[in-house]
């Protein structure tokens, strides 16, 4: 079963199994270190609704909840 | 000359090398057919000197941001000699791809692998040969902060210098189309990396972590910025005012023990222009240089901290709501000390609207020049204990008025834009004294070249307009200066603005720096007597009237030529022009009218 990201509960880690993006933001996201097969965790939530601050590898991204919607995860 | 081109992903300390190798001595230089300013300096490489250019950090040669136009276009017009290609050890899985595409035109590179240190820490163990041994590139370890490796990369780029060829090499064209597949590289990143890298298993919890448990923590995080801020602020005035005070001193005894007997014989004509005019205003603004020296340091120590990140983290959902995201915010902090800078710093956004409206806000950030005028109205009108609240008060209405205007434009079609927001959140990292030194000297540096050449300028021009025509009664109602201030009047004077402060309102137009200085020359007097003179002329909500205006009112010429540029929009500029100027009508008009109407 596959989820986006912001489905993650903060600590949960998962791994990326599709970005669902345009060439730009894939790029992007690509460059910052999301990849398929990559682990992902999610570090903490921002208040308000704010972004979401995510661990991949040796690199803490924050992302907003609009564009963490296009990744999605898996938790097996 | 050879040139060097310093390339990198953003957080690798591209310009912490950058200033090691240049030791303070970059300029910013104007390219042929680049519109943009880039940084470079000449740096002795071996025997020769070469050329070491600092392009914008990216994260890959496809984007379409700004900055990476601006790369991409420098590789295809400008040849270099060599890439250094700056990259950071601990997230080298990622950041070898930039390298690889550089490789892949054809650029001779050396690959530069950075914060060694930090990996060290962390346990992650780089064979720096083996990983150049499988790109098939030269490498080299160092770390920028504290120099480690720093030798041995001077002597590695000579090496490649003299062993390229003397002549210019060709460009590459049309650079997009020429790289591979990403995926290609990315198994070439991924082979070498085992030959060349062994991370531990389990990466122990960091300070970083600890820290933002608290510093982004969701209900206090930000009123910890604010306090955090105001620290800052606090830390300048603490520290400069002692030293203001002593400079002011200074000026005083210079004018009375050296200057005033040796012009004594002067015609009294020339004495006035240069003890009236010219030393009054220059001193008077000079003394406030000391504060704004420390206010940058401190601001490079805040933005080298890795806590600008935070902030963004923090107020995106604030600035959401405006249309605009935490790198605005960001970026308004950045205009704290100069809006000039900030507004080129929206290049890192890629949508055109979310730039604009981030250009339209940032104008308002109370900058470094605006502060010395409040510091010095503020000193002269208000006590002590009142004197933090109300530079705070001035702190908040920056704010508002940025934030205002962006709510009330958020949905005009030029600024709606669906940019992603997705930025790497560096750690916490404690920058060295010399990185603070060397990041705040190159801005104090370009503040006070920029400043003295004006400020000189503005005073001499106030001062003609106040003595002139011959025969008048200095800044009085007859002089060139009191014509323009009466024609101004019917505009300004329900602002409790009168016709002297109105010319140093125009001149303030040119540059905030002159605004004191102007005042010094208008009322031909310096430092304190000049303090104490104003406070006699000026109640404290005339005093308070001016002070918004001169905060929200158009910034000055180098922030409206920045925008001009940034935007390439004639109308864009105007609007950003015009609309600080009526705001500040209304706010200053809406305060002062209110206190008249409450005070009776």
Known sequence: ?76 | MKRIALLGMPNTGKSTLFNRLSGATARVGNWPGITVSLLRARVLVGAAIAEVVDLPGIYDLHGYADDERIVRHFLETQPIDLAVVLVNANQLERQLFLTLQLQELGFPVLLVVNMIDESRRLGIRIDVEALARELGLTAVGVSAKYGEGHNELLRTMAQLLSAGPDGRREVPADVVRRLSADDALEMRVNEVLCRSVARPYLVPEQLSDRLDRFLMHPWFGIPFFFVAMFLVFSGVFFLGTPIQDLMKQGFASLASVALEPALADAPPMLRGFLMEGLYAGVATVTTFVPLIVLFFFFMALVEDSGYLSRAAFLMDALMARLGLDGRSFVMLLMGFGCNVPAIMGTRIMRSRALRLLSMMVIPFSLCSARLQVFLFLIAALFTARQAPLVLLSLYGISFLTAFVTALGLRHHRRFVSDESFVVELPPYRLPTLRQIWLRGWLEVRHFVQRATKIIVAGVILVWLLTHFPAGTVPASAETYAGMVGRALQPVLQPLGIDERLAVALIFGFVAKEVVIGSLAVIYGLEGDALSAHVAQVMTWPQAYSFMLFTLIYTPCLSTIASIRAESRSLRFTVAAVVWPLVLAWLVSFAFYQSVLFLGG
């Open chain 1, 1 to 76: 079963m596959s989820s986006s990201l912001t489905s993650l509960v903060t600590g949960e880690e998962a791994s990326i199994v599709a970005i669902q993006a345009d060439e730009v933001l894939r790029n992007r996201l690509m460059a910052l270190g999301f990849r398929i097969g990559q682990r992902v965790r999610l570090v903490r939530r921002g208040a308000f609704s704010g972004p979401l601050q995510v661990r991949i590898g040796g690199t803490d991204i924050i992302i907003r909840g609009r564009d963490a919607a296009r990744i999605e995860i898996s938790r097996s």
